[in-house]
């Protein structure tokens, strides 16, 4: 029987050490680093709230008291800026969470995995489909955020449905790969999933990112599965299991990703959305231009 209910909540798993950008994050969430001037936490929830999601739920851990407190209001923050006239800022500040959103934090007492993570926000998720978004993954979307395009694939089918992308085949060991199946255009059934299989033992090349749209059932597969690679509870494993019991398909998203993971990837995101914004763009490409020019005549 398909799910008809709408999406109202997306779990972002933010309990993450992100040791890769240490000593950045050894005080500092990895999801606060600014990618020119937000936080990746706040791309991934602004993508959210653009899809319809009227309530974000952050499985957090001890250490990620920042995540709160920006998503908070700052009562003394806005009455300076009020008081000193800058009013843009007062109202970039005020209005992080829109009117209608509510923010739920949950925290994660081990860190076991994003199966693990998931499957803590099910007391507040219950029976219902529900989003899953990954801050690390920032994904500009060509004309619509990745996650409005899933839901309008959702809607159509009500199964759960998960965005992927085609990459190196020397890559495939980073990620959880499909087995595709056509369905139409830009839609692929899922036939089979595996966690970071061997290039040679691969399926595919379309690697799972950090956008899912999971239907209920999801929950009660995380219950069953054991650990898996890095003994950590794998979402991929779960998914597997799901496959068995509904229909599951991909998304294959119109728009650009960037693994903001990886400090390669966090630097293109940085300069590629500093080129793009309205009051930096054009000194910042000057600068590029000239750093290019250095560099060429070394």
Do not use: W
Not at 32 to 57: R, S, T, W
Not at 58 to 67: D, G, H, L, M, N
Not at 72 to 100: M, S, Y
């Amino acid at each position: 029987m398909k799910l008809k209910k709408k999406i109202r909540k997306a779990v972002f798993p933010v309990a993450g050490l992100g040791t890769r950008f240490l000593p950045a994050t050894k005080a500092s969430p990895k999801e606060m680093l600014p990618i020119v001037d937000k936080p990746l936490i706040q791309y991934a929830a602004e993508e959210a709230v653009a899809a319809g999601i009227e309530q974000l739920i952050f499985v957090t851990s001890t250490s990620k008291r920042a995540i709160e407190d920006h998503f908070d209001k700052n009562q003394e923050l806005e009455n300076e800026l009020e008081q000193r006239g800058k009013l843009d800022l007062l109202a970039v500040t005020k209005h992080i969470v829109p009117p209608g959103v509510s923010c739920i934090y949950i925290r994660q007492p081990e860190a076991l995995g994003l199966g693990d993570a998931v499957l803590c926000a099910k007391p507040v998720v219950g029976d219902e489909p529900f989003a899953v978004i990954l801050a690390d993954d920032l994904i500009d979307g060509a004309e619509s955020p990745c996650l409005s395009q899933m839901m309008k694939i959702y809607h159509e089918q009500h199964c759960s449905i998960i965005a992927v992308e085609k990459i190196q085949q020397t890559e495939t060991d980073k990620y959880g790969i499909i087995e595709p199946e056509d369905l139409y255009d830009g839609v692929l059934k899922i036939k089979s999933i595996v966690e970071k299989p061997a290039p040679d033992k691969a399926p595919s090349t379309l690697a799972v990112v950090g956008r899912y749209l999971l239907t209920p059932a999801i929950f009660s597969n995380l219950e069953k599965i054991e650990k898996g690679a890095g003994g950590e509870i794998q979402l991929t494993d779960a998914i597997a299991l799901l496959l068995a019991e509904e229909q599951v398909l991909s998304c294959q998203f119109e728009g650009i990703r960037y693994d903001c993971g990886s400090k390669l990837g966090y630097l293109k995101a940085t300069i590629d959305y500093a080129l793009q914004h309205p009051n930096l763009r054009t000194a910042f490409k000057e600068h590029l231009l000239h750093v290019c020019q250095q560099y060429k005549s070394c």
